[in-house]
């Protein structure tokens, strides 16, 4: 048994079946749901493969046509990306469920292509070794992601994805400038070599800068998140439940490797200031939030202010590095299912009263439960109330905060949760209520409510996971290996 | 300073240069322009710096980037365009507007 799973290239599995599959539905559009169904449905069966490859032989890498790096491209994975890479196939497989019940004919032939492409950029993105293939999959996301967001066609879709477009392209170039810094001064692009070779020089420092700079433009960290609620908000549902929960994280990920394997030694002040972001993150995109009046909006900016918890680890990791980067995955595993299953849940309010106000909402608890369900249990992660996933990650970020003296940060992060059980309360409170204007509900798909639910389960559920979750990221973990102390 | 350098010094002002217009103008076609002037700096850095000194060749490993890249910035600039006439069309200028999220 061991040996047929560990002889598997679970690797090249990941990436091309995805696309296989994606221009299978371009060419055959009448095929699309049931290809896009059968693709999710195989790719945790391929996560679930590479798991148990992972756990039983440790680190896994593949050298694509035998030709292996620096020539070629090295396929590899660690914990981190196993764990980045089952949060893609658990969201993915959700999103697709409710996405089958949801595009009308015309957008459906658009939308599986783009989303399954997206997939495959994803998973070979986590699965990247070195930083220009992690261009190249970052610039494929931004490709698909866009053309996701402008699907609707109508003319906040389009202007917002054209500001989503402008972003994510800029960010690229300065993080390709910084590539193109660290291959000179260093000679290779690879994770691994560049680990042993850079030091603080100029050369590293100025591509710290325009590669951080960049990435945190794609991340959408305050104030450079100008761009992600009028995209996020103007999206079909299913397509904010993936830029949401899956594309930002994508840039945050490369971002966190970065600054695990090559730049520890020179993080100091950087850290700090990318500290002090995320704290005002925090607070910026929760005040915003609870002042919006739709609940798309208002959910689109609670991932500002959930992104904002991911930077607070930045400067506590210096005296608790496997802490602080553990309560951040665990963080990000967990915001990415509460969040999609809350814009699922939205696009469902969308779709049963035709609007998404807050204040018009009417009577969703007794008439669509399953949803004022999945959004009150996925709102309980994101407050990071115990049992879920966002609890454990918030706890072990504050136990890192307190153990180091940083009350502003402990104090940012109890602050910031009191302001999203502000926001929360505020749409689950006028779900309970009649509204002033009674409308006419059309009904709403059973698949859509379910995959709403599905996902806010599985972030409650990631509170009772910790100790597999843990044992997972610390295989080949580059958080001990980093040199960050722990 | 060599030749190679110099070239890599264009680059970053060429860089320099298409990060200043896209911030500063508000026509969406001189921002995708700006954007691949960028590019072409990013590029220009990347081929100059692949010297390696005297009269040994050149790395091969920069050209294949850059190659890579421009396959990356033709479709994104295809998109873009597209994009941009579909903004046109539907809001009667091809600009953002000043109407930011928050």
């Known amino acids: 048994m061991d040996a047929v799973v560990s002889a598997i290239p679970w690797g090249p599995v990941l990436i091309l079946l995805p696309l296989a599959a994606g221009t299978t539905c371009f060419v055959f559009p009448s095929t699309a749901k049931t290809v896009g169904l059968v693709t999710v449905t195989l790719v945790p069966l391929a996560v679930a493969g590479l798991a148990w490859r992972l756990l039983a032989h440790g680190v896994y890498h593949h050298a694509v046509g035998g030709w292996g790096a620096p020539l070629g491209i090295d396929l590899q994975a660690d914990g981190l990306s196993l764990l980045m890479l089952a949060m893609t196939a658990f969201v993915g497989f959700g999103v697709t469920l409710y996405a089958t019940g949801y595009f009308k004919a015309g957008q459906s032939d658009r939308f599986w292509p783009l989303w399954l492409f997206l997939l495959a950029a994803l998973n070979a993105l986590f699965l990247s070794g070195d930083l220009f293939n992690l261009y190249v999959t970052l610039e494929m996301i931004g490709l698909a992601a866009v053309a996701m967001t402008a699907l609707q066609g109508g003319r906040d879709a389009l202007v917002g994805a054209m500001r989503y477009l402008l972003a994510t392209l800029l960010g690229s170039l300065a993080y390709l400038m910084g590539v193109a810094l660290l291959y000179h001064g260093y000679g290779t692009v690879d994770l691994g070599l560049l680990a042993a070779r850079v030091t603080p020089s100029p050369v590293a420092w100025a591509a710290l800068g325009l590669m951080s700079a960049g990435l945190v433009l794609k991340t959408a960290l305050f104030p450079l998140h100008f761009w992600l609620p009028p995209a996020h908000a103007s999206a079909p549902a299913p397509v904010s439940a993936l830029l949401s929960a899956l594309v930002v994280k994508a840039s945050f990920y490369i971002l966190l490797r970065l600054w695990l394997e090559i730049f520890s030694p020179m993080a100091g002040g950087v850290a700090g200031l990318l500290g002090l972001l995320g704290g005002a993150a925090v607070l910026w995109g929760s005040l915003q939030a609870l002042r919006q009046v739709r609940v798309k909006l208002l959910v689109a900016y609670s991932t500002v202010a959930q992104i904002g918890y991911l930077f607070l680890a930045f400067p506590l990791a210096a005296g608790m590095g496997l802490t602080a980067w553990s309560a951040v995955v665990y963080l990000a595993f967990s915001h990415a299912l509460a969040k999609a299953a809350m814009f699922l849940a939205a696009g469902n309010l969308v779709h049963f009263g035709g609007h998404d106000r807050v204040v018009d909402l009417d009577r969703v608890v007794q008439r669509l439960p399953l949803t004022a369900g999945a959004f009150a249990l996925a709102g309980v992660s994101i407050m990071g109330l115990p049992p879920s996933g966002g609890f454990n990650g918030k706890w072990l970020l504050l136990q890192a905060a307190v153990a180091q003296g940083r009350w502003d940060i402990a104090g940012v992060m109890v602050v910031g949760g009191l302001m999203a059980a502000g926001y929360i309360f505020k749409v689950l409170g006028h779900t309970f209520t009649q509204a002033n204007v009674p409308h006419e509900p059309s009904s709403v798909p059973a698949r859509m409510e379910w995959a709403a639910m599905i996902l806010a389960c599985g972030a409650i559920l990631l509170g009772f996971l910790a100790p597999p979750f843990l044992a997972v990221l610390a295989v080949g973990n580059p958080i001990a290996a980093g040199g960050l102390g722990s | ?102």
Do not use: C, Q, W
């Open chain 2, 1 to 102: 300073m060599s030749i190679a350098s110099l070239y890599a010094l264009v680059g970053v002002g060429l860089f320099s240069l298409g990060l200043h217009a896209v911030i500063v103008y508000d026509h969406l076609l001189r921002k995708i322009l700006a954007i691949n002037v960028m590019g072409s700096g990013v590029f220009l850095v990347l081929i100059s710096l692949a010297g390696r000194g005297g009269n040994s060749a050149p790395d091969p490993v920069p050209h294949a980037m850059v190659i890579t890249g421009i396959v990356v910035a033709v479709s994104a600039t295809a998109l873009a365009l597209s994009l941009m006439l579909r903004v046109a069309a539907a809001t009667g200028r091809a600009e953002l507007g000043e109407e930011r999220g928050d």
